[in-house]
């Protein structure tokens, strides 16, 4: 019994402390979707940047994507996997968190970088077909001197998009 409520206690004390642990020690939200890292390089030869994205893999994954969300961690993010190349557009319904929306081609290019403003159901399509969309905090890429031109690397292993 004495184990038992050891245990609750530290655990009450290290939740209570933990607000100002290292967000990338802490695991996101689970919304039931697979999470993994992507790295993203603003040239082949520069330094690696991470981030850890939910895969939104099949279509209602994809049209729920990251709505009602009330907050994200600096280097959380999700990303949206199409089949093949696809030109429709990304809005911001029901989405609380203003977003920096990355359409990246096939080829893992970071084609072009839109705002997203929360609530805001203008479509935001892009010049060029893509095959994956990041979408982050809005910023993110600037305060990580990535933008337009940048890699995304993905890991083996990701979803076959439906």
Same mark, same amino acid.
């Given at each position: 019994?004495?184990?038992?409520?050891?245990?609750?206690?530290?655990?009450?004390?290290?939740?209570?402390?933990?607000?100002?642990? #290292?967000?990338?020690?802490?695991?996101?939200?689970?919304?039931? !979707?697979?999470?993994?890292?992507?790295?993203? =390089?603003?040239?082949? #030869?520069?330094?690696?940047?991470?981030?850890?994205?939910?895969?939104?893999?099949?279509?209602?994954?994809?049209?729920?994507? !990251?709505?009602? =969300?009330?907050?994200?961690? +600096? $280097? %959380?993010?999700?990303?949206?996997?199409?089949?093949?190349?696809?030109?429709?557009?990304?809005?911001?319904? $029901?989405?609380?968190?203003?977003?920096?929306?990355?359409?990246?081609?096939? #080829? *893992? =290019?970071?084609?072009?970088?839109?705002?997203? +403003?929360?609530? $805001? +159901?203008?479509?935001? %399509?892009?010049?060029?077909?893509? =095959?994956?969309?990041?979408?982050? $905090?809005?910023?993110?890429? +600037? %305060?990580?001197?990535? *933008?337009?031109?940048?890699?995304?690397?993905?890991?083996?292993? !990701?979803?076959?998009?439906?």
């Amino acid at each position: 019994m004495r184990v038992q409520i050891f245990r609750v206690i530290l655990f009450l004390i290290t939740s209570f402390f933990c607000g100002g642990c #290292d967000e990338e020690s802490t695991p996101p939200p689970d919304f039931g !979707l697979p999470i993994t890292s992507i790295t993203l =390089r603003a040239t082949a #030869d520069s330094k690696p940047v991470h981030v850890s994205v939910e895969i939104a893999s099949t279509t209602p994954q994809r049209q729920q994507g !990251l709505m009602h =969300r009330e907050t994200m961690s +600096e $280097n %959380r993010g999700m990303l949206f996997l199409f089949a093949q190349d696809v030109s429709g557009g990304f809005w911001m319904k $029901n989405t609380i968190l203003p977003l920096t929306i990355a359409y990246i081609g096939a #080829d *893992g =290019r970071v084609q072009e970088l839109r705002t997203g +403003e929360p609530f $805001n +159901e203008t479509i935001l %399509r892009p010049e060029l077909p893509y =095959r994956y969309v990041l979408e982050v $905090n809005e910023g993110w890429f +600037e %305060r990580h001197g990535l *933008g337009v031109g940048s890699m995304v690397e993905l890991p083996p292993g !990701l979803p076959t998009p439906q």
